[in-house]
């Protein structure tokens, strides 16, 4: 069954791209595979797979022409032939999407089901779970989880280890499924803009950004100019408050409290000033389809500017005494390695994929407004450990800074919200890729003609990460996972949909 | 890690001055303890959170109220690992079918006396997610609930006072 690789750009040749940027195409079985084949040959990335409406889904993107497409295929009496028997990234989406939608794909490497635990009322399936038989000597099995000693979502993780070395991660995610997909199908926009924002908490900006943009693109809707530059504003608050705890929590988990205490400090500081600005310190809600929902007065930017003085030099002090603590990065350099090869391969965001040498980032790959006329520059990192993690999120923390202040200079008195289009055609689809802390969040919106969705897709940069987990931590030993998972800093809720 | 220290010391303490008791929080605490008020655990209380369900926003504001802003440890209040040493269990989320077992056990796990406290609008009334076939429902519908903490999330002084209040009337 092995297809000829065949790469994005051939196929999409001069098509002209929706204006969301995407290239839509029906494709048959064999174009399907030979672009799967395409996707494991390195010739694009995977960006989504998705059920719709008995159709398969893909969003692949090929940064270097920047081209993005949405190839569907007309499954066969729900079977098609799997992506993941050709590119091994695709394999938890698949199961995900046959267990929420029943689309069989043939040749699934894996049959297990992932988010259906056997649980859900009126379905037949299994609660048991096989976890992948590890056979060795010495070997023994940690379980841990779902429910975590920490303050922190629930996920199972089973450890084979010998001795105090990891041997085997394996994952077992789907706890927190909350059927938001189910929830926002007919929904109205306004509602399904609030499910949208509740993903991912931590990244309800990013989140509801995506669905706003498309749901513009879908609607033929342009926010006013004032919007934009407010959605860049909230989205790089959201960014900064993250990046700079998660500094705190990494070096928390080697021991070293006062780095953390700073952090922590100057992330309540960012939410202060999110909830002093926009009215909600995680600014939920204030990101609308049409506009935002929540203005900044100049009280509100002097705020942020004096926000971005102290961002600053808690990152210079926190950098400096990082650099200055051997036994602090005696736990992260070298811990946790991720392969360039691995970050390509699972085409993985955010600092994941920059600190294993993956160059993208949505908000320069794919330049959406304001970011398209904003100077910043994408730090790349080689070593893929945990501390070019780390490394890259406070070279972040300044690139935000400077794009915060572009941002902040460029704002003009205006609108902030426009209302929906009355003539717009009501039967289109959009979907958009934004940039959240931890990686490119994809959503997909498609409306019935009565005006309703009838289907939203929102694909969490932490699909492609959490598989990288599973590799980072083998080889490493036991009492360093915990550094592990906080320089991945995955998100469940955003996973288990 | 001294200029660290230098710097606190010449700022001064970032804790802010403790907020008196959320008055609704007081009232539902008192009317759900009753006569199990009078019960000796001392001015101190070990907490078990469990994210039932969450979008992981609830996690964040129950983060900050550990941050030195807010500082729960400075009343007695402490988030521990096992909910073998916990007296509260502070669940999140609307309760998902996929986490309804692990909810359970670990409420078993819970030595009595126990309270239960549902912290946000999901575990209050499962919020944006009512009606979606993969929750079981509301907290109230799997455990006894002492007391709700609303909010989407609750901001960490809301928490601080709904804890305290916790606090208060058991004491």
Redesign the interface.
């Known amino acids: 069954m092995s297809a000829v690789a065949l790469a994005l750009a051939d196929l999409v040749d001069d098509r002209t791209a929706s204006p969301d940027g995407y290239v839509r195409l029906a494709v048959g079985a064999d174009t399907w595979m030979a672009l799967a084949e395409g996707c494991a040959a390195g010739h694009h990335d995977l960006g989504a797979l998705w059920a719709d409406d008995g159709r398969m889904c893909l969003a692949l993107s090929a940064p270097s022409p920047g081209i993005r497409a949405i190839v569907s295929l007309e499954t066969e009496g729900g079977r098609y032939p799997s992506v993941a028997a050709r590119h091994l990234p695709a394999l938890r989406l698949e199961r995900a999407a046959r267990d929420l939608y029943g689309l069989q794909p043939i040749g699934l490497p894996d049959t297990r089901p992932w988010?259906d635990?056997g649980?859900?009322?009126?379905r037949q399936s299994e609660a048991r779970y096989e976890f992948l038989p590890v056979e060795g000597e010495g070997l023994h099995q940690i379980p841990v989880g779902?429910?975590h000693?920490?303050?922190?979502?629930?996920g199972h993780f089973r450890f084979t280890a010998n001795g105090e070395t990891v041997v085997r991660l394996e994952q077992r995610l789907?706890?927190?499924?909350?059927?938001?997909e189910?929830?926002m199908a007919g929904a109205e926009i306004g509602?399904a803009a609030?499910?949208i924002g509740?993903?991912?908490?931590?990244s309800?900006v990013a989140y509801a950004w995506a669905f706003a943009r498309a749901v513009e693109a879908a609607l033929q809707w342009a926010p006013p100019p004032r919007a934009l530059l407010l959605r860049g504003i909230m989205a790089e608050l959201e960014r900064l408050a993250h990046h700079i705890?998660d500094v705190g929590a990494i070096c928390n988990d080697a021991s070293v409290l006062?780095?953390y205490?700073?952090c922590?400090?100057q992330?309540?500081d960012v939410?202060a000033v999110a909830?002093a600005c926009f009215g909600h310190?995680?600014m939920?809600d204030c990101v609308v389809p049409g506009g935002v929902a929540a203005d900044l007065t100049p009280e509100g930017v002097g705020r942020i500017r004096g926000l971005m003085q102290r961002l600053e030099d808690t990152r210079a002090?926190v950098l400096?005494?990082y650099d200055?603590?051997p036994s602090l990065q005696d736990r992260t350099v070298t811990t946790g390695f991720v392969s360039c090869e691995l970050a390509r391969q699972y085409a993985a965001g955010g600092f994941v994929g920059r600190a294993s040498g993956r160059a993208f980032d949505a908000r320069k790959d794919f330049a959406y407004a304001p970011y398209d006329r904003v100077d910043f520059d994408l730090k790349v990192r080689q070593a893929g450990d945990v501390d070019a993690r780390l490394m890259v999120r406070l070279d972040e923390i300044a690139e935000s800074l400077r794009i915060l202040s572009q941002l902040l200079g460029r704002l003009t008195p205006g609108a902030i919200r426009s209302d929906r289009p009355v003539t717009a055609t009501v039967t289109g689809e959009g979907a958009a890729l934004i940039e959240a802390f931890r990686g490119d969040v994809f959503v997909s919106v498609r409306f019935e003609a009565d005006g309703r969705l009838a289907r939203v897709h929102a694909r969490d940069a932490s699909w492609f990460q959490w598989p990288l987990l599973e590799a980072a931590i083998e080889g490493n030993i036991v009492a360093d996972f915990p550094l592990c998972n906080k320089s991945f800093n995955c998100?469940?809720?955003g996973h288990?949909l | 890690m001294r200029s660290f220290l230098l710097d606190a010391l010449r700022k001064g303490k970032a804790t802010i001055a403790p907020p008196s008791p959320g008055a609704d929080a007081l009232e539902e605490v008192a009317r759900a303890l009753g006569e199990r008020a009078r019960q000796k655990l001392g001015r101190s209380l070990a907490i078990r959170e469990v994210d039932a369900g969450s979008c992981n926003g609830c996690e964040l504001e129950i983060h900050a109220v550990n941050n030195p802003v807010y500082d729960v440890e400075r009343f007695g209040l402490k988030f521990v690992a096992s909910p073998r040493h916990a007296d509260v269990l502070l669940v999140t989320g609307p309760v998902t079918w996929n986490m309804r077992e692990a909810l359970l056990r670990t409420y078993n796990a819970v030595p009595e006396p126990k309270w239960v406290v549902a912290l946000g609008d999901c575990a209050t009334n499962c919020g944006v997610f009512a009606g979606s076939p993969a929750i079981v429902g509301p907290l109230a519908d799997i455990l006894p609930v002492d007391l709700h903490v609303p909010g989407c999330p609750p901001a960490p002084l809301e928490i601080v006072k709904a804890l305290l209040a916790l606090m208060e009337t058991q004491a």
């Open positions: 988010l635990h649980r859900w009322p009126g779902p429910v000693a920490g303050i922190i979502e629930p789907g706890y927190v499924h909350k059927g938001v189910s929830l509602q609030r499910i509740r993903i991912s908490g931590d309800t705890n006062t780095i205490a700073r922590t400090l992330r309540e939410l909830n310190r995680l939920m002090e400096r005494v200055s603590m998100s469940y809720s288990d």
